[in-house]
């Protein structure tokens, strides 16, 4: 018999996991998730209930319906299913792609993904908007399967929209560890931001009361030690090592369903990445989400950790919004876009004397209350180095006044306060920068 990893992640979405805090069970709105070493034979039985009656497109490209799509549109129609397979020629995360897509599977009932990031993004997103279901066969570990919202790009704006969750997640252990090191890299950098959003989701909390919730971290912290400790295992093609990395990142998607929102594993570092992708990508588009992600989390924390371990409090002052170099750096429409995400987080005099005052008053407990979930530095670099994967900007390909420009910039491109506010506005931000590469 296929051994099985779900572990918490078969609890929440059975509705029996209890929150440590609360006492409370916490369920989630995915009605199937399933991480096994092999599924095969078994695609049939796990798609009929959450698809049953329905005509199904099954969605892939032209490289994961040779490793998987082929194999699932032979048993769906095995098992009884009308299938249509689409083998999309030019996927992109971009609406207009999403509306190719959505004019392709007009015939069916409900979609089938079977691959990674713009695959399921895109079918999510389409799915979305036309009111249809749809589940996924992913062929390479990711976070965003399991979540509620799609990362589609608007007229070269990258956004993080609402959508709805996969009816079902379906994890082929025998697939998806033979998927190529470098998209294993990649979902392992993006999981290591959670120490670096979690820092900063909650000094927003701290110093604004924003919403904050330990829940995600809960769930997270089942795993994060091991996963960390697996890391050179995983280029090993180890299925306990690819079991905790697929089950980690469930459980990362998962957290965002029950939030509501991104802000569990999306905070400076996703700035970052999302500036990249929309300054950078049309020039090198073949670095991968999970890649930047891990190298703006190595650099966020190095930040952070230097910030939060000095003795006296950085002293903030009112946010210097320069319209006329943003609208000179982005173009008008992307600029007015980031004129708008700044001023809805900048500090006007008032709030940069109340939280000057609070942190005077307050920093050692502030401090270590943000210490005490946050990993030094050290030990991301090092668990990247085991696994292989990029550590720098200019291992990603960007050169290094690029680079800098992305720590110095992305905190306008999204009014979320991140430790980027902080230093820019403190002043200590453009050194930091300097240091980076």
Request: proline fraction near 4%; glycine fraction near 6%.
């Amino acid at each position: 018999m296929t051994k099985e990893y779900g572990g918490v992640v078969n609890e929440l979405v059975a509705g029996e996991w209890k929150h440590p805090g609360t006492g409370q069970r916490v369920s989630v709105d995915i009605r199937s998730i399933v991480i096994k070493e092999t599924l095969d034979g078994m695609e049939g039985e796990l798609v009929y209930p959450l698809h049953k009656n329905e005509k199904l497109a099954v969605v892939s490209d032209r490289y994961t319906y040779e490793v998987l799509g082929r194999r699932i549109g032979s048993a769906l129609r095995s098992a009884g299913f009308a299938i249509e397979e689409i083998i999309w020629k030019t996927p992109h995360a971009a609406i207009e792609s999403v509306e190719e897509l959505r004019h392709l599977t007009r015939h069916s009932d409900g979609l089938i993904a079977v691959g990674s990031g713009t695959i399921n993004d895109s079918v999510k997103y389409a799915s979305f908007l036309d009111k249809k279901t749809y589940s996924v066969f992913p062929t390479s570990p990711q976070l965003a399967y399991g979540t509620p919202t799609a990362s589609i790009s608007f007229a070269g704006f990258k956004k993080s929209i609402a959508a709805r969750p996969a009816q079902g997640v379906f994890f082929d252990l025998s697939v998806i560890s033979q998927c190529p090191i470098r998209l294993t890299r990649s979902a392992f950098a993006d999981l290591i931001c959670r120490t670096t959003a979690q820092v900063d989701w909650l000094m927003s909390h701290l110093l604004f009361g924003t919403q904050y919730r330990k829940l995600p971290y809960f769930l997270l912290a089942y795993d994060e030690d091991g996963l960390f400790d697996h890391a050179q295992a995983l280029q090993e093609e180890d299925f306990e090592a690819f079991g905790i990395l697929v089950r980690m990142c469930a459980l990362m998607g998962l957290a965002i369903c029950i939030t509501n929102t991104s802000h569990p594993g999306s905070m400076g570092e996703h700035m970052m990445s999302h500036y990249i992708d929309m300054f950078f990508n049309d020039l090198n588009p073949n670095t991968l989400h999970g890649e930047q992600v891990g190298v703006t989390s190595l650099t966020m924390s190095r930040l952070q950790n230097r910030i939060l371990s000095q003795d006296i409090p950085p002293v903030l002052e009112p946010t210097e919004i320069r319209e006329s170099a943003m609208i000179a750096r982005y173009g008008n429409e992307i600029g007015q876009q980031c004129i708008t995400e700044l001023k809805n987080k900048a500090l006007d005099r008032m709030q940069a004397d109340r939280i000057n005052r609070y942190l005077s008053e307050n920093w050692q407990r502030f401090a270590e209350q943000l210490r005490a979930v946050m990993l030094p530095a050290e030990r991301l670099w090092e668990a990247m180095q085991a696994i292989g994967a990029i550590r720098t900007g200019c291992d990603l390909g960007l050169p290094k006044a690029f680079y800098q420009e992305v720590v110095l910039y992305s905190r306008e491109v999204r009014d979320r306060f991140t430790m980027l506010d902080m230093a820019a506005d403190s002043g200590m931000l453009e050194a930091f920068a300097e240091e980076c590469r």
